[in-house]
């Protein structure tokens, strides 16, 4: 299929899901700088435990790469994770009295759990362009949302000006431009059933982003079990 993108195919056929998340309260408020603190306390410490995680599909995804470059760039991908989005948050909770001990010992919520879950089995069953689809909503969404969020004006609150800046960085638009472009390259001559399996896996991911921010909004962890 000569010229096919899958990288924008499969955006444009999720857009209803993008402005579901452009449109969120969470994402706004990051924007407008008045989102509320507890809220965002929550979100960083889940993002935290999906980062750690988030490192092992990374892992798992470099070791099964086809080639030394793209084995390379993935570990690139690895430390920018560890280093930098892990820097951020630690940073950002710091600064709202959340130390490192009391970080290490949150519990993932049902939907980070579940989306962690989902990245590494499909880091462990799938091949390489399932790979690059199940990560492109993460690496290009965040982008996507902090570019739009930088063009309209950054806050005056840091915390939310830091991260905003974060994710627009001229880094992460690499990394997310690296992703799409490997997908695209990747998925060259796939039937179209690979595509459309590929397309399920990234509106899987989407899906996720979007329950992500649902749950930082909401506080949520685990659904309450009444007592048996």
Same mark, same amino acid.
């Given at each position: 299929?000569?010229?096919?993108?899958?990288?924008?195919?499969?955006?444009?056929? *999720?857009?209803?899901?993008?402005?579901?998340?452009?449109?969120?309260?969470?994402?706004?408020?990051?924007?407008?700088?008045?989102?509320?603190?507890?809220?965002?306390? =929550?979100?960083?410490?889940?993002?935290?435990?999906?980062?750690?995680?988030?490192?092992?599909?990374?892992?798992?995804?470099?070791?099964?790469?086809?080639?030394?470059?793209?084995?390379?760039?993935?570990?690139?991908?690895?430390?920018?994770?560890?280093?930098?989005?892990?820097?951020? =948050?630690?940073?950002?909770c710091?600064?709202?009295?959340?130390?490192?001990?009391?970080?290490?010992?949150?519990?993932?919520?049902?939907?980070?759990?579940?989306?962690?879950?989902?990245?590494?089995?499909?880091?462990?069953?799938?091949?390489?362009?399932?790979i690059?689809?199940?990560?492109?909503?993460?690496?290009?969404?965040?982008?996507?949302?902090?570019?739009?969020?930088?063009?309209?004006?950054?806050?005056?609150?840091?915390?939310?000006?830091?991260?905003?800046?974060?994710? *627009? *960085?001229?880094?992460f638009?690499?990394?997310?431009?690296?992703?799409?472009a490997?997908?695209?390259?990747?998925?060259?001559?796939?039937?179209?059933?690979?595509?459309?399996?590929?397309?399920?896996?990234?509106?899987?991911?989407?899906?996720?982003?979007?329950?992500?921010?649902?749950?930082?909004w909401?506080?949520?962890?685990?659904?309450?079990?009444?007592?048996?």
């Open positions: 299929m000569s010229g096919y993108r899958p990288s924008v195919e499969f955006r444009r056929k *999720s857009e209803p899901l993008w402005a579901a998340i452009h449109k969120h309260p969470f994402v706004r408020g990051i924007g407008l700088g008045d989102l509320p603190r507890d809220r965002f306390e =929550h979100y960083l410490r889940q993002d935290y435990v999906y980062l750690i995680e988030f490192g092992r599909v990374l892992a798992v995804a470099s070791a099964k790469s086809d080639g030394l470059s793209e084995m390379g760039y993935l570990a690139k991908l690895l430390h920018a994770t560890l280093e930098v989005e892990m820097a951020l =948050h630690r940073r950002t710091a600064d709202f009295g959340i130390g490192a001990e009391e970080l290490g010992r949150v519990q993932p919520s049902l939907i980070t759990t579940g989306y962690t879950s989902f990245l590494l089995r499909t880091c462990y069953e799938g091949r390489s362009a399932e690059l689809a199940a990560l492109l909503p993460c690496e290009m969404g965040y982008f996507e949302i902090a570019e739009r969020l930088a063009k309209k004006g950054l806050p005056a609150d840091r915390h939310y000006k830091d991260w905003i800046v974060t994710y *627009s *960085s001229a880094e638009r690499e990394f997310a431009e690296w992703v799409a490997k997908l695209d390259e990747s998925a060259i001559d796939s039937p179209r059933r690979d595509l459309e399996r590929m397309y399920r896996l990234y509106e899987t991911s989407a899906r996720f982003e979007l329950l992500f921010f649902d749950m930082g909401n506080r949520e962890t685990w659904p309450a079990v009444p007592p048996v």
